[in-house]
C-alpha cells in the first residue's frame, strides 16, 4: 500500500470519527519541473512538490467538501471537521451519497515511466534548448521563439473510501511546447509546435521545433479573406477544441441542468454518421488515463457519438443518481483542492478513410483552419453557437495555397456536427480541447467573416 | 533544499547581484468595513436566493438561473535579500449570476458581476440588480438576428468594453513580452499609436477596484502608470526583473497567482480616460456598424497583435440609431490598426472585474473605459 493511500485512509476514518456518516478522501502528491528557455539560454527554472488530501463528508444527503496540506494527525483531524462542519450546514440533497465501489479495477500498465525520475535536469534544459535550436534552424526567416516551455510531473493519487474501498495509482507525464516568430519585413507571424509523452525520452525535440517553425514561416504574407461560406478543413489541433466543446455538452450535469444544447437529444441523429466520437479513459497513450476516476469508480470507453446518433451522457456517481444512469467514470479532480465534478477524460476521434490530400481534393475550394483563438469567450456552452477566430490557409483547387489570417469562422455546434463530410486518416494525441486524439476533419460548409 | 541547490547549480552563470532598495511602508488603500467572514453563511444564501428569484421573476421565459457568491483574504508577506520587507492584505468579495432563457427552440444566456477589492458592504443597497440586468440580456438576445459578417464601424460599451483596451494593448506593454521583441509595441516608446484624444492608464492604487493592491506580489508600491498620452505610447509595464534589463524603476507590474507562480507583468486596473463625448452621439453619427455592449472575454496574441474579443450583447446600428440584438458575434482585428482607428471616447465611464489568465497563472484585473468608436473592425458572424 502506498503512503498515501494510507493517508487517504487515516482522512476517511478521521472524517467518520467526527460524526459523518460517510466520508471519502483523495490524497494527491508529487514532483514537477518546468524549465523555460528563451534564447539559447534559461529564463526560468521551478521545481515544486506537494502533498494534499480533500475529504468529502456525508450526514445523511447532506455533503461537505474540505481540504488541507497539513497532514499530521492534527491536522487531519481538524480538516475531517471541516469537511463535517461543511456538511451539516449544507443543503439536503436527495441524490447525493458516497459513490459505491465499482468493483475490481483493472491496473494499466505504462501511466508512469521511471525514466522520468531519472532524468536530470540539466538534461530536460539540453532538451528544451534543442526544441528552440530546432524552430530557428527550420528556415531563415524564423528570427526567434517566444518561449519554449518543458514540464514534467511524476504523481501519485490515493482514494479511500468509508465504502470500503482503497486503492491509488502513479502516472507521469512529460510535455513541451513553444512559440517561433517568423519575420519578413515588418511583418511577424507565430506558429506552435508540441509534444506530449510519458517521460522526456518520448518527446521528439527537432520535430517540436520543426512545427513551431514550419507554421510561423508558411504564414508570412498572410491575407484577410473576404466573408463567405464554403467548405472547411479543420486541422487535428482545430478538431481536439471542437471535440473539446462536444465532451462539454454531453456532462450529464450540464444536460440536466438544461444548460446543454444536447439536452433531451439522447437517441436523436444529431451528426453526420462519418463523426464517430467516444470518450475512453483507458487507452494507455491518453494523458487522462487512469485505473479509477475521482471518485475511485472504474474508467472505462463510452460512445457518445455514432451513426450519426447521441448515444450517451457522461455521468459521475451523483448526475447517474439524478439521471436513473450508471456512472461513466467521468467523476474529474483538477486537483486535491476541488471535489470531484463531471468531465470528458480522454475523448477519441474515430479515424476516417481520407488522406489529408484526398481531404483538400475533396473540400475543393475553402480553407484550410490551422488554428482558433478566443474559445473562452467565442464559445457559448449553453446554446452551442460559437464564433472565434481564425488563421489558416486558402484551399484553391484542392490543394494548399496562400497563407489567411485575421478571420471568424461561426456557426452552432448541431449544425457542424452535422456537416462533418469526412475524417481524415491519420490520428494523434493532441492536448488542446482537453485530451484528445484527433484527426482533421471536412466540413461542408462553414460562416468564414473576413474583409 | 535539495530542490533549491539543483536550481541554483543549473542556473549558474545566470545570476544577478543584489541591488540596495529602501523597505517602502505601502499605503492603507482598502478599509474593509465588514470582514466577509464575519457574516454568517445564512445571509449569503439569503443574498444568492434573493437573485435566483429576481432573475426567475423577471419573465416566464427564464429557464434557469445560478448565482455564485466568492469572497477571499490573502495576505501577502514579501522578504528579499536586499532588505525589503512588505505586506498586504487583501479581501475581495464578489456576485455573479448567469441567466439562459429559453423562447421555443431558441436558447439564450445573460451574464453580470459585482465584485471589488472591499469587505462585505459591497453588498449594502441592492445586490439583486445583477439579476435583473443578467435576465434582461438574455431575454432581450431571444429576439436577436444572426450577427452580420465583416468590417465596419464597432461603437464598444462602457465598463467591461475596457476589455478590448485591456487585450488590444495592455498585454502588447507588458516588459516581458517587449523585451524579447514579442510585441508590436516594441521599439515604439513615445511614437503616436492613437488619435490624440486617447489618454489611457494601468493604475493598482484605484480605490477598491478589482485589480487593486497597496504593492505588487514583489513588493513594490503599487502605482499609477500613465501608458499612452495624447495618443503616444509613454511607458511598458515592468516587474523588477525586466525593469532591471532597461534600466528603469519596476511600475509595481509584478504579479504572480500564488506562491507557487514565479512573478511576470502583469497589468492591475487598465483603463481608457473618459473623454469628452456624449455616448448617444457617438452611436448617431454611425450610418452602419455594430454596438458590443459587453464582452464575453478576448484573447491576443502580443507577436502579431492579432486579437478576438467574443460579443455576449450585440446590436446593429442603422441610421444613427441601436436597432436589432445580434447573436453570436466575435470581433476581430490588429491592435495597432484598431488603436489607432479609435476616433471617439464616451465621459460616461465605468469599471469592471475580471479574470485575466497569462503563462498559466491567473490574475484579478480591472477593466473600464467610457463608450468608445473604432471605424472599422472585423465583425464575425454568421450572416454573410
Given at each position: 500500500m502506498s503512503e498515501l493511500q494510507e493517508l487517504a485512509e487515516r482522512a476517511a476514518e478521521a472524517a467518520t470519527s467526527a460524526g459523518a456518516t460517510e466520508a471519502e478522501a483523495w490524497a494527491e502528491g508529487g514532483r514537477s519541473r518546468e524549465v523555460r528557455v528563451h534564447a539559447g539560454e534559461v529564463e526560468s527554472l521551478t521545481e515544486a512538490s506537494g502533498r494534499g488530501v480533500g475529504v468529502r463528508a456525508w450526514i445523511g444527503s447532506r455533503t461537505g467538501y474540505a481540504y488541507d496540506t497539513d497532514l499530521s494527525d492534527t491536522g487531519l483531524a481538524e480538516l475531517a471537521e471541516a469537511a463535517v462542519g461543511a456538511a451539516r450546514v449544507a443543503d439536503e440533497d436527495e441524490n447525493s451519497a458516497a459513490p459505491e465501489s465499482s468493483g475490481d479495477v483493472p491496473e494499466i500498465p505504462g501511466l508512469r515511466d521511471a525514466g522520468l525520475a531519472a532524468t536530470e535536469t540539466a538534461k530536460v534544459i539540453q532538451l528544451a534548448k534543442r526544441v528552440e535550436r530546432a524552430a530557428l534552424d527550420r528556415d531563415e526567416r524564423v528570427t526567434a521563439v517566444e518561449e519554449v516551455v518543458y514540464v514534467d510531473e511524476d504523481s501519485t493519487a490515493a482514494i479511500a473510501s468509508s465504502r470500503g474501498f482503497s486503492r491509488s495509482f502513479a502516472a507521469t507525464v512529460a510535455y513541451s511546447f513553444l512559440q517561433a516568430m517568423a519575420t519578413e519585413g515588418a511583418e511577424v507571424q507565430t506558429g506552435l509546435g508540441f509534444g506530449v509523452g510519458r517521460s522526456p525520452g518520448d518527446l521528439d525535440a527537432d520535430g517540436i521545433g520543426a512545427e513551431a517553425g514550419d507554421e510561423a514561416s508558411s504564414m508570412l504574407g498572410a491575407t484577410k479573406p473576404e466573408s463567405r461560406s464554403c467548405p472547411a478543413v479543420f486541422s487535428d489541433r482545430v478538431a481536439a477544441s471542437f471535440a473539446g466543446f462536444v465532451g462539454g455538452a454531453v456532462s450529464a450535469d450540464e444536460v440536466q441542468r438544461g444548460r446543454?444544447?444536447?439536452?433531451?437529444?439522447?437517441?436523436?441523429?444529431?451528426?453526420?454518421?462519418q463523426l464517430r466520437i467516444a470518450d475512453d479513459g483507458t487507452d494507455p497513450g491518453g494523458l487522462a488515463t487512469a485505473p479509477f476516476d475521482g471518485e475511485g469508480i472504474a474508467r472505462g470507453r463510452t460512445a457518445l457519438l455514432g451513426d450519426g446518433k447521441l448515444l450517451a451522457y457522461l455521468h459521475d456517481s451523483y448526475t447517474a443518481r439524478r439521471g436513473g444512469a450508471a456512472s461513466t467514470g467521468n467523476a474529474a479532480r483538477a486537483s486535491y483542492r476541488s471535489p470531484p465534478s463531471v468531465s470528458p477524460s480522454n475523448l477519441m476521434i474515430e479515424p476516417g478513410e481520407l488522406s489529408f490530400a484526398e481531404l483538400l481534393a475533396r473540400a475543393g475550394d475553402g480553407v484550410y483552419i490551422t488554428e482558433v483563438a478566443g474559445l473562452h469567450s467565442g464559445v457559448n456552452p449553453v446554446t452551442g453557437r460559437y464564433s472565434v477566430g481564425a488563421s489558416g490557409r486558402a484551399i484553391r483547387g484542392g490543394e494548399l495555397a496562400e497563407p489567411l489570417r485575421e478571420f471568424t469562422i461561426a456557426g452552432d455546434l448541431l449544425g457542424t456536427l452535422a456537416a462533418v463530410q469526412a475524417v481524415g486518416s491519420r490520428a494523434r494525441w493532441v492536448p488542446f480541447g482537453g485530451s484528445v486524439r484527433s484527426a482533421p476533419l471536412l466540413v461542408g460548409d462553414l460562416a468564414i467573416g473576413g474583409s | 533544499m535539495r530542490a533549491a541547490d539543483g536550481l541554483a547549480s543549473a542556473l549558474s552563470g545566470n545570476r544577478t547581484d543584489p541591488v540596495s532598495l529602501t523597505a517602502a511602508a505601502p499605503p492603507v488603500l482598502q478599509e474593509v468595513e465588514v470582514d466577509p467572514v464575519s457574516v454568517p453563511a445564512e445571509r449569503k444564501a439569503e443574498i444568492l436566493r434573493e437573485l435566483d428569484e429576481r432573475a426567475r421573476s423577471a419573465g416566464s421565459e427564464v429557464a434557469q438561473a445560478s448565482a455564485s457568491y466568492s469572497e477571499g483574504r490573502r495576505r501577502v508577506a514579501i522578504f528579499n535579500s536586499e532588505g525589503l520587507e512588505a505586506s498586504d492584505d487583501r479581501t475581495r468579495v464578489r456576485l455573479g449570476v448567469q441567466v439562459v432563457a429559453r423562447r421555443n427552440g431558441t436558447v439564450e444566456t445573460g451574464f453580470e458581476t459585482l465584485g471589488e477589492h472591499r469587505g462585505f458592504e459591497l453588498l449594502d443597497g441592492d445586490p439583486g440588480r445583477i439579476a435583473d440586468q443578467a435576465a434582461r440580456k438574455a431575454v432581450a438576445l431571444l429576439a436577436a438576428d444572426p450577427a452580420p459578417a465583416g468590417e465596419m464601424t464597432v461603437v464598444v460599451g462602457k465598463g467591461f468594453g475596457g476589455v478590448l483596451f485591456h487585450e488590444m494593448t495592455g498585454h502588447g506593454l507588458e516588459a516581458d513580452a517587449v523585451q524579447k521583441d514579442a510585441s508590436v509595441y516594441a521599439n515604439r516608446m513615445g511614437e503616436r499609436v492613437a488619435e490624440p484624444l486617447l489618454n489611457a492608464y494601468d493604475d493598482g492604487t484605484m480605490p477598491h477596484e478589482w485589480g487593486t493592491g497597496a504593492i505588487d506580489d514583489e513588493g513594490t508600491p503599487s502605482q499609477k502608470t500613465a501608458v499612452i498620452v495624447e495618443g503616444r505610447l509613454t511607458s511598458y509595464l515592468y516587474d523588477r526583473l525586466r525593469a532591471r534589463r532597461d534600466d528603469v524603476d519596476s511600475t509595481?507590474?509584478?504579479?504572480?497567482?500564488?506562491?507557487r507562480d514565479l512573478p511576470i507583468p502583469r497589468m492591475t486596473n487598465t483603463y481608457i480616460e473618459p473623454g469628452d463625448a456624449d455616448p448617444e452621439a457617438i452611436i448617431a453619427e454611425v450610418d452602419r456598424g455594430f454596438y458590443a455592449v459587453s464582452f464575453g472575454g478576448g484573447q491576443v496574441e502580443p507577436a502579431t497583435g492579432d486579437f478576438v474579443f467574443g460579443v455576449s450583447e450585440g446590436y446593429l446600428i442603422e441610421g444613427g440609431k441601436v436597432t436589432r440584438p445580434c447573436r453570436g458575434a466575435t470581433l476581430i482585428g490588429n491592435c495597432l490598426q484598431a488603436l489607432a482607428r479609435i476616433d471617439a471616447v464616451g465621459s460616461d465611464f465605468e469599471m469592471k472585474t475580471g479574470f485575466c489568465g497569462k503563462a498559466g497563472q491567473t490574475a484579478p484585473v480591472g477593466t473600464g473605459q467610457g463608450h468608445v468608436r473604432i471605424r472599422g473592425l472585423t465583425v464575425g458572424g454568421t450572416a454573410i
Open positions: 446543454s444544447p444536447f439536452a433531451d437529444r439522447l437517441g436523436e441523429e444529431i451528426a453526420a454518421p | 509595481g507590474n509584478g504579479r504572480r497567482a500564488s506562491f
